[in-house]
């Protein structure tokens, strides 16, 4: 399945803002054009998706979950 899959209501294209690094988990700020969308993901996560401020992603909603994809 391919992001584009992904029902684009549930998607918010943005920048990463902020990373607040944890031993575990680390949370990830996402400036997009609706506002600041929050994601904490496994810090594992992070640095295989290669996140740093400035880097494009989309945030991907599910209830109350939020997943981050690098573009």
Do not use: C, H, W, Y
Request: proline content about 3%; cysteine-free; overall charge neutral.
């Amino acid at each position: 399945m391919t992001i584009q899959a992904i029902n684009v209501r549930n998607q918010f294209r943005g920048k990463v803002k902020e990373i607040i690094r944890g031993d575990v988990v680390s949370e990830v700020d996402v400036q997009t054009p609706s506002g600041i969308v929050t994601s904490v993901i496994t810090t594992r996560s992070v640095d295989e998706l290669g996140l740093k401020p400035g880097s494009e992603v989309v945030a991907l909603v599910k209830s109350t979950e939020v997943s981050i994809a690098t573009l």
